[in-house]
Structures are given as structure tokens and as C-alpha cells.
Nanobody
Framework: QVQLGESGGGVVQAGGSRRLSCAAAGSTFSGYAMGWFRQAPGKEREFVAAITRSDGIRSSADSAKGRFTISRDNAKNTVYLQMNSLNPEDPAVYYC????????????????WGQGTQVPVSS
């Protein structure tokens, strides 16, 4: 079992920045990648960014490219999502996810989830 705990959510002004953190605890030896999804009201959960735990290979959604950066600290079993230039399309609950199997980072393949942290964007 792996427990994920997100932090860093909160209101941010449009154009501003926010850094989310996700700390993993438990059986952390068995993990291929960690990453972030988000879900806005009335919309489906969508992929944001992911990073592999062993070699730090990153992937991100088109909406995140150039604005969001994912990074990891394996010593702390923590992944970060630095979000810059937040805009009115970014407000959502952001979820951290943990995937054991190798391959593309996909919500269907994610084995563990955090409780989510809300990021509202004020105009």
C-alpha cells in the first residue's frame, strides 16, 4: 500500500504561480511513476504531468507544456508540480497518482491516489 498526501493548493491570481507537493509513504519501493491529474467541475479527470521515479523522464499534457514543471525528490518520496502563468482554464482539484506498472501514465493504470487539493484561480 502507498499513501499519497498532496499539499500546496489554494487560491491564486490569474497569471500567478503555485507549487503543489505530493509525498508518498508506505511501500514506496514498488513504483514506476508519479504524476498529477486534475478535474474541474463538470469535466472528466485529465492528465497533467508525470515523472518516472528511476530516471526522471517527464511527460506532460499540451495544456501544461511551457507553464507547468514536474520534478521529484526520491529521497523524500515527493513529487512537485510547479505551475506558472495560471489561467482561467486551470482551476480544478489536482490529484496526485502513483503507478506501479511501466508504460504511459494513465488514470486507468494508476494504483494509488491522493485525496486531491483544490486550486482556484481568481481573475
Amino acid at each position: 500500500q502507498v499513501q499519497l498526501g498532496e499539499s500546496g493548493g489554494g487560491v491564486v491570481q490569474a497569471g500567478g504561480s503555485r507549487r503543489l507537493s505530493c509525498a508518498a509513504a508506505g511501500s514506496t519501493f514498488s513504483g514506476y511513476a508519479m504524476g498529477w491529474f486534475r478535474q474541474a467541475p463538470g469535466k472528466e479527470r485529465e492528465f497533467v504531468a508525470a515523472i518516472t521515479r528511476s530516471d526522471g523522464i517527464r511527460s506532460s499534457a499540451d495544456s501544461a507544456k511551457g507553464r507547468f514543471t514536474i520534478s521529484r525528490d526520491n529521497a523524500k518520496n515527493t513529487v512537485y508540480l510547479q505551475m506558472n502563468s495560471l489561467n482561467p482554464e486551470d482551476p480544478a482539484v489536482y490529484y496526485c497518482a502513483w503507478q506501479v506498472r511501466r508504460g504511459s501514465f494513465d488514470a486507468r493504470h494508476s494504483d494509488y491516489w491522493g485525496q486531491g487539493t483544490q486550486v482556484p484561480v481568481s481573475s
